[in-house]
């Protein structure tokens, strides 16, 4: 899937380390822990990595595995300072998902969440719509994957899950973000719950492109606040097309209201596109990236 979401440029084929080499003088040196080499390999990983308690690291591709619709990888360290590479699952096997472009999250129970920007069982335009998986280790250590959700079901639901990785609430209930779709077809923010027999179901909790100043085209990893109001930021939409930063809030957990917190550009040193995610600082002040300065 070619578009202006999906290839920014073509991703380095290698994961790097960089490391401390004097805390005085503060250089570092890189190290190159593994290059890709494609299929039935990985190959061009956009997201970042996850790290688990025994120090493996988890990751997609896009592209590359057995059927070259994109891996799950693990990166295990060896002695003597190497790593080895194990692919956990190749994507793009009949109604699999595939090209997954957003990065993994754990739950409590060591479980690896993430989707694909499309695959699927359902059709949206040239591509099928994408999904959110599941994939949980075995005892003999390989790693299954679950469906949790297909996009496009319906003519208003959100498809094109991209950069976002997804988040859980406190209570484990999963929210991610589509760069298409929905109600005006500019997007949405989904919440994902389990219900007791163990199904998934979707709520969406805004559509963007309401008006015409919101905002549209979803990129980043949404974070939560301490009261629970939700981050994120828009790559097109807003005052000229450029993105926002945005809120969403709810009094009951039934109903959610947007805020823009900012348009791009305001002025002339102000950048645009925002396609990274957000981080809080101590004061509760956020920080991100646009793509380009102005």
Not at 76 to 100: K, Q, R, V
Not at 233 to 243: C, D, H, K, P, S
Request: negative net charge; contains cysteine.
């Amino acid at each position: 899937m070619t578009n202006q979401f999906q290839r920014l440029g073509q991703a380095a084929l290698m994961l790097l380390v960089v490391g401390v080499q004097s805390a005085q003088a503060q250089t570092y040196t890189e190290n190159v822990l593994y290059s890709f080499a494609g299929t039935p390999d990985g190959a061009d990983s956009e997201a970042g990595l996850v790290r688990d308690s025994a120090g493996n690291l988890y990751g997609t591709t896009v592209a590359g595995g057995v059927y070259n619709g994109g891996t799950v990888f693990e990166l295990s360290p060896l002695a003597g300072g190497t790593w080895t590479e194990t692919i956990l699952h190749s994507f793009g096997n009949g109604t699999d998902g595939a090209n997954p472009q957003a990065g993994l999250i754990f739950d409590t129970s060591g479980n690896l969440y993430g989707t694909t920007s499309v695959g699927g069982i359902n059709s949206c335009g040239d591509y099928s719509c994408g999904t959110v998986f599941e994939l949980s280790p075995t005892t003999g250590g390989d790693w299954v994957e679950t469906i949790l959700y297909n996009f496009g079901g319906n003519s208003e639901d959100g498809y094109y899950p991209y950069f976002a990785s997804l988040v859980f609430d406190a209570t484990g209930n999963l929210y991610g973000t589509t760069g298409q779709g929905g109600a005006y077809g500019f997007g949405t923010v989904f919440e994902l719950e389990q219900k007791k027999s163990g199904q998934w179901t979707e709520r969406i909790l805004h559509n963007f492109g309401a008006s015409g100043r919101d905002g549209g085209g979803l990129s980043g990893t949404l974070i939560f606040d301490a009261a629970g109001n939700l981050y994120g930021v828009t790559v097109m939409g807003g005052l000229i097309g450029a993105g926002t930063v945005f809120e969403l809030s709810t009094a009951n957990g039934k109903s959610w209201t947007e805020k823009i917190l900012h348009y791009f550009p305001q002025d002339k040193t102000d950048g645009y596109s925002p396609y990274g995610g957000l981080i809080f600082d101590a004061a509760g002040n956020l920080y991100g990236l646009s793509l380009i300065h102005i």
